[in-house]
C-alpha cells in the first residue's frame, strides 16, 4: 500500500503532466506556473481524501480524471465542485459477489420513507437503491451471463417482498418465457409475454389501462401519481428487448407489430411515469435499433453490465466503462453521475422460495381487485388501498 506521501507526490506529478497548474507572479513579475493548493486530507474508515483548490481558469476534464484513476492500483474517486477538487482513495476493493440476503439485512437496519425503490448492488461506499418514484424508467444492458437477467429477478423479488398489496407485474420475457415464467402465478403479475405476438396483446391492455387511467386522473384533477394517495405501482419489465426490433428480412405484418411494440413502450416513458407505470427495459446488446430513442431518453436511470465494445457503452450509458467490466454481477449504475456496484445475487430456488406466499396456485386466495385492468365508473377508488 503506497504512503500518503507518495499519493500525494504521484498527484502532484499528475497535476503537472495534465497542466493543471495555476499561475503565478514571481517577485519579479513574471508569470509561472505551481501545483494546485493542496487543501486539506479527510480520513475515514474507508478511505482517504485528498483535497485541492482547482486553479483559476481549469476544470476538472475527462484525460485528468482518467489519469489520476489508472495512477493508482486501488479503488479511486475523482469530483469536482465548489472550486475544489476531491481525490478520494479507497481501502478496500469491491467483493466479486454480493448476496442477496446482505441487501435485506441492510435495507432492515436502516429507516427509510422511500418507497418502490431497489438495490441496485454494493458500490465501494454502501448500498446503493434506486426510487423508482423519483426516477420512474430505467434501461438495463449487458453482454450474455454478465447478469443482466439475475438483476432483474432480484428487483422483482425486493419489489414484491416490500411492497406486496401495492405491485403489478407484466412481465414480456423474450426468451421464450424461460425466465419470468416462474412469476407467471404469482397474485401480483398480470400478464407474462413470452414472443411478439403476446407482447403485443400485453402491451395493448397496459395501453387501454393506461388510457382509463388518465380519464380518471383528469377527472379528480390528478397530475402526478406521487402527490395522490394512489399507492399502486405497475411495473412492466422487459428482458432481451432486441427481440423487439423489426428486421428487413421480415413480412410487413411483423414489423408492424413489433413497431406497435416499441411505440408503445416508448409511450409509456412519455406518459406512464405520472400514471404510476414504470418500465425496465434490458437488452443484450444496446444499438439505434435494440434500444429506441424515447426510451433511451425518457429513462434516466441506465444499468449496464459488461458490454463487448466502448460503443455499446456510449449507447447504454452516454459514457465508456462498461466494456472494462470485468466480473459477472459488477456494473454502472447511471443517474446524473455514475457509479460502480456489484449487483446482489439472487438464485431461482431463493427466488421462489421467497415468493412462494404469493402464489395463487399454493392455495392462497387470489385478490381480484389487484388484477382488475381499471376501475369501473360505478367503482370505489382501488387506488385507496
Not at 400485453?202 to 394512489?230: A, C, F, S, W
Not at 447511471?334 to 456489484?342: C, F, G, K, L, S
Amino acid at each position: 500500500m503506497l504512503t500518503n506521501w507518495t499519493y500525494k507526490k504521484r498527484l502532484s506529478i499528475i497535476f503537472r503532466r495534465t497542466s493543471f497548474l495555476r499561475e503565478y507572479r514571481d517577485l519579479l513579475g513574471n508569470l509561472k506556473e505551481t501545483q494546485p493548493r493542496y487543501l486539506r486530507t479527510n480520513k475515514h474508515d474507508l478511505y482517504t481524501e485528498y483535497v485541492y483548490s482547482i486553479p483559476l481558469g481549469k476544470v476538472l476534464t475527462e484525460s485528468l480524471e482518467k489519469a489520476i484513476v489508472e495512477a493508482f492500483d486501488c479503488v479511486c474517486r475523482v469530483k469536482g465542485a465548489g472550486g475544489r477538487l476531491y481525490v478520494r482513495i479507497y481501502k478496500y476493493l469491491l467483493p466479486d459477489k454480493v448476496d442477496y440476503r446482505a441487501v435485506t439485512e441492510y435495507s432492515k437496519s436502516v429507516s427509510s420513507n422511500v418507497k418502490y425503490s431497489v438495490p441496485i448492488g454494493l458500490s465501494i461506499d454502501n448500498f446503493i437503491f434506486h426510487d423508482f418514484d423519483k426516477i420512474p424508467h430505467m434501461t438495463v444492458a449487458g453482454a450474455t451471463r454478465q447478469g443482466k437477467t439475475v438483476f432483474l429477478k432480484q428487483m422483482i423479488t425486493y419489489l414484491l417482498e416490500n411492497y406486496p398489496e401495492h405491485i403489478r407485474l407484466y412481465l414480456i420475457d423474450l426468451k421464450g418465457g424461460l425466465e419470468f415464467g416462474r412469476y407467471a402465478d404469482l397474485k401480483q403479475t398480470i400478464n407474462v409475454a413470452s414472443n411478439a405476438t403476446e407482447t403485443r396483446q400485453l402491451l395493448e391492455e397496459v395501453q387501454r389501462n393506461m388510457i382509463h387511467d388518465m380519464k380518471y386522473y383528469r377527472e379528480r384533477g390528478y397530475t402526478n401519481v406521487v402527490d395522490t394517495p394512489i399507492k399502486r405501482r405497475t411495473f412492466v419489465i422487459v428482458d432481451e428487448a432486441a427481440q423487439l426490433a423489426p428486421e428487413p428480412y421480415m413480412e410487413q405484418n411483423e414489423k408492424e407489430e413489433l413497431g406497435y411494440c416499441q411505440a408503445t413502450l416508448s409511450e409509456i416513458t412519455r406518459i406512464g411515469g405520472a400514471l404510476g407505470y414504470r418500465l425496465i427495459f434490458a437488452t443484450q446488446y444496446p444499438t439505434a435499433d435494440t434500444l429506441p430513442r424515447q426510451i433511451k431518453q425518457n429513462a434516466d436511470a441506465k444499468v449496464s453490465f459488461r458490454l463487448t465494445t466502448e460503443v455499446a457503452s456510449r449507447v447504454a450509458l452516454d459514457e465508456q466503462g462498461a466494456e472494462k467490466l470485468a466480473t459477472p454481477g459488477r456494473a454502472i449504475y447511471r443517474t446524473i453521475e455514475a457509479v460502480e456496484v456489484q449487483a446482489p445475487y439472487i438464485s431461482d430456488k431463493e427466488s421462489e422460495e421467497r415468493l412462494a406466499k404469493f402464489n395463487v396456485k399454493e392455495g392462497l386466495q387470489h385478490d381480484d381487485t389487484s388484477r382488475d385492468e381499471v376501475p369501473g365508473p360505478d367503482d370505489d377508488d382501488p387506488f385507496q388501498t
